[in-house]
């Protein structure tokens, strides 16, 4: 029965990447779809940038977490001494961890568990990752009271998981591909609880597309950025995020100290342009590392000689890695990759 369900999950959710959803509206559907055998009380599904591990995008089901719980679990997502975070997980390839697996001890310290999940009522929680070739582009938090996750539900999730990453993959490529932020950089001040000191005109901008996803989005994003910041060796964060029409911009957050020796926290937001992206692109297409070393000497425009001595290799092996690289991207010539991989900028009128 279980194994039925998950291929017509699997099935569903393949049909959904290929509908051409943009990413909350694929999580979205994907929820609905996935709730339908596996039941929960809350759920919340994040898009996750492959290279920094850094949410940058959230998707709930149709019950949303309680307004002012939001933040705790941006604390403890970001807290470097907290147990089975997604980032975590990303990094251990672990693809689902139930609360009821972990050992009493890390169980007692998850502030997601003591400040969040038991207020709430809720005693059970499993996350999912979703993995696709290595690299992390989504997780789900599933949480509900009583019953614990079985086996075959565990089961069901990992056989459905590397499904919806292929998915979000999907869509974070068409995204990437078809549109690129066409605002200003900007700049927002934080204190060293991630509350706003001050903002500039332009993160004004992103704070009203932001929040057109959902009221208060903005304010959660920057405590994410102070967390982030408090929680690194080197004092620096970045991230990627998208707004509600699936245009991205770079998000770094540094620390300093004012006049009255007081922290602060400062983050700058530029709007991504297509060449910025192209990190993400590659691992988007599913290259693998020699083809996305081969795909920036051919943007930076090397001949195949120079690209085969600088990678020491022949010039046929570069031919071969051009052969496959040209069909996982579906170009035929390396001016079409280069655009593919390097789209032009929206001007902020929408016109190119």
């Known amino acids: ?37 596996v039941s929960t009380e809350l759920t919340c599904w994040a898009t996750i940038d492959p290279e920094t591990l850094v949410i940058s995008n959230m998707t709930s089901g149709e019950t949303r977490i309680p307004a002012g719980y939001d933040s705790l679990l941006a604390d403890a997502e970001y807290s470097a001494d907290q147990p089975h975070t997604f980032a975590a997980m990303a990094r251990r390839k672990e693809v689902v961890v139930r609360l009821s697996d972990v050992e ?10 003591q400040n969040v999940w038991r207020p709430l009522g809720m005693d059970q929680e499993l996350r999912v990752l979703f993995l696709s070739d290595g690299a992390c582009w989504g997780a789900a938090g599933m949480v509900r009271s009583g019953k614990d996750f079985t086996e075959r539900e565990v089961e069901y999730l990992t056989t459905v998981a590397p499904v919806i990453a292929g998915a979000t993959r999907l869509a974070v490529r068409s995204e990437v ?15 060293s609880r991630g509350e706003l000191r001050s903002i500039t005109t332009e993160a004004r901008q992103w704070r009203e597309r932001l929040e057109d996803i959902e009221p208060g989005r903005f304010l959660l994003i920057m405590r994410i950025m102070a967390r982030g910041v408090q929680s690194s060796a080197s004092g620096g964060f970045r991230a990627r995020i998208r707004d509600a ?4 911009a770079l998000m770094q957050a540094s620390t300093l100290i004012d006049r009255e020796g007081g922290d602060q926290i400062v983050v700058t937001i530029d709007a991504v342009a297509g060449e910025q992206l192209t990190g993400m692109l590659l691992t988007a297409y599913g290259l693998s590392p020699r083809e996305k070393e081969v795909c920036r ?19 046929n092996t570069v031919q071969d890695h051009l052969k496959s690289v040209f069909a996982k991207t579906g170009v035929r010539s390396r001016g079409e990759l280069v655009a593919r991989l390097q789209p032009q900028s929206f001007a902020a009128d929408g016109s190119h």
């Open 1 to 37: 029965m279980w194994e039925e369900r998950a291929y017509n999950a699997r099935r569903d959710v393949s049909a959904l990447a290929a509908s051409g959803l943009g990413l909350s509206e694929l999580h979205a559907a994907a929820i609905e779809r996935i709730s339908r055998d």
């Open 104 to 113: 009493l001890r890390e169980k007692s310290r998850s502030a997601r568990f």
């Open 177 to 191: 591909t078809r549109r690129s932020s066409g605002a200003g950089p900007a700049i927002v001040v934080l204190d």
């Open 245 to 248: 029409q699936g245009q991205w």
């Open 297 to 315: 000497e051919v943007i930076a425009g090397h001949p195949t000689t120079h690209i085969a001595q600088h990678l020491y290799v022949s010039t």
